[in-house]
């Protein structure tokens, strides 16, 4: 099991066979609906996640630019506020107690905000598994929402990233999740591709998409090339991000006919 976090989203997975299902859901259940935050958990888990500014913990590049990137595009609000502890202020975490954790959970943990998914189950069985996992809960008070606006810029740091590589990417405003023009965006992602210089796993893997193509096969010096789409329910960014040993990137891959 474990569990993530995205600007919009808090996802909860797990693998089992399939024989143990019901075991698993339970767990996410439980998990989800009868969280206990414990003072002496809460206490350990902000010491380790605090940034500590004298001995800084390494970060991996690209989760640094696809974090600035969307700063660039949304600001300080919404989808552009960091959802990483390293660039989060240390005071930031002054205020996290068990009851605030339990407040959260109340707010948000309500049954018309959430989805569950599985593979490789029959879906009437599921279903029986989430009523008898989730079924006691109740429709919460509604949660006001900020919608995301894009206003556009740029972000630049001045984080020395360890590969010894700079680290770029440049995005545009793209159709939401819930939008008609959703497919062929995806679709167009999947044109452009894209990859690393060298395959650690053999040659072939993106080898004939565009920015493999016309950036990586022609420049030298680029290192990786890759497009991305971030997707959210009322708004979304379409992009690519690149690092390279030397100083041409932006013009290159902006006036290379891929993106």
């Given at each position: 099991?474990a569990?993530s976090t995205?600007?919009?989203?808090?996802?909860?997975?797990?693998?089992?066979?399939?024989d143990?299902?019901?075991?698993?859901v339970?767990?996410l259940?439980?998990t989800?609906?009868?969280?206990?935050?414990?003072s002496w958990?809460?206490?350990?888990?902000?010491?380790?996640?605090?940034?500590?500014?004298?001995?800084?913990?390494p970060?991996?590049?690209?989760?640094?630019?696809l974090?600035?990137?969307h700063?660039?595009?949304?600001?300080?609000?919404?989808?552009?506020?960091?959802?990483s502890?390293?660039?989060s202020h240390a005071?930031?975490?002054?205020?996290?107690?068990?009851a605030?954790?339990?407040?959260?959970?109340?707010t948000?943990?309500?049954?018309g905000?959430m989805?569950v998914?599985?593979?490789?189950?029959?879906?009437?069985?599921l279903?029986?598994?989430?009523?008898?996992a989730f079924?006691h809960l109740?429709p919460?008070a509604?949660?006001a929402?900020e919608p995301?606006?894009?206003?556009?810029?740029?972000?630049?740091s001045g984080?020395d990233s360890?590969?010894?590589?700079?680290?770029f990417?440049?995005?545009?405003?793209a159709?939401s999740?819930?939008?008609?023009?959703?497919?062929p965006?995806?679709?167009?992602?999947?044109m452009?591709?894209?990859g690393?210089?060298?395959?650690?796993?053999?040659?072939g893997k993106?080898?004939?998409?565009?920015?493999y193509?016309?950036?990586?096969n022609?420049?030298?010096?680029a290192h990786?090339?890759n497009c991305?789409?971030?997707?959210f329910?009322?708004?979304?960014?379409?992009?690519a991000?690149w690092?390279?040993?030397?100083t041409?990137?932006?013009?290159?891959?902006c006036?290379?006919?891929?993106f």
């Amino acid at each position: 099991m474990a569990a993530s976090t995205t600007q919009e989203n808090i996802f909860y997975v797990g693998d089992v066979l399939r024989d143990h299902t019901p075991y698993l859901v339970d767990m996410l259940g439980d998990t989800v609906t009868n969280g206990a935050f414990d003072s002496w958990e809460v206490s350990e888990l902000i010491e380790a996640k605090a940034p500590d500014h004298e001995h800084p913990a390494p970060r991996i590049p690209d989760a640094v630019t696809l974090e600035a990137i969307h700063q660039a595009a949304y600001g300080d609000r919404t989808l552009g506020r960091s959802v990483s502890p390293q660039a989060s202020h240390a005071q930031s975490f002054d205020h996290i107690t068990p009851a605030l954790l339990q407040e959260y959970a109340a707010t948000y943990y309500q049954p018309g905000r959430m989805v569950v998914g599985a593979v490789g189950v029959d879906h009437a069985r599921l279903v029986d598994l989430v009523q008898r996992a989730f079924g006691h809960l109740k429709p919460g008070a509604p949660v006001a929402k900020e919608p995301a606006e894009y206003v556009g810029g740029e972000v630049r740091s001045g984080y020395d990233s360890e590969d010894g590589l700079a680290h770029f990417a440049v995005a545009l405003q793209a159709p939401s999740l819930n939008d008609a023009d959703l497919m062929p965006l995806c679709v167009l992602q999947m044109m452009l591709g894209g990859g690393l210089s060298f395959s650690a796993g053999g040659p072939g893997k993106g080898m004939h998409s565009r920015l493999y193509e016309r950036v990586l096969n022609r420049w030298g010096w680029a290192h990786s090339a890759n497009c991305f789409t971030s997707l959210f329910t009322d708004s979304a960014l379409f992009g690519a991000c690149w690092c390279r040993h030397a100083t041409p990137g932006v013009s290159v891959l902006c006036g290379s006919r891929s993106f």
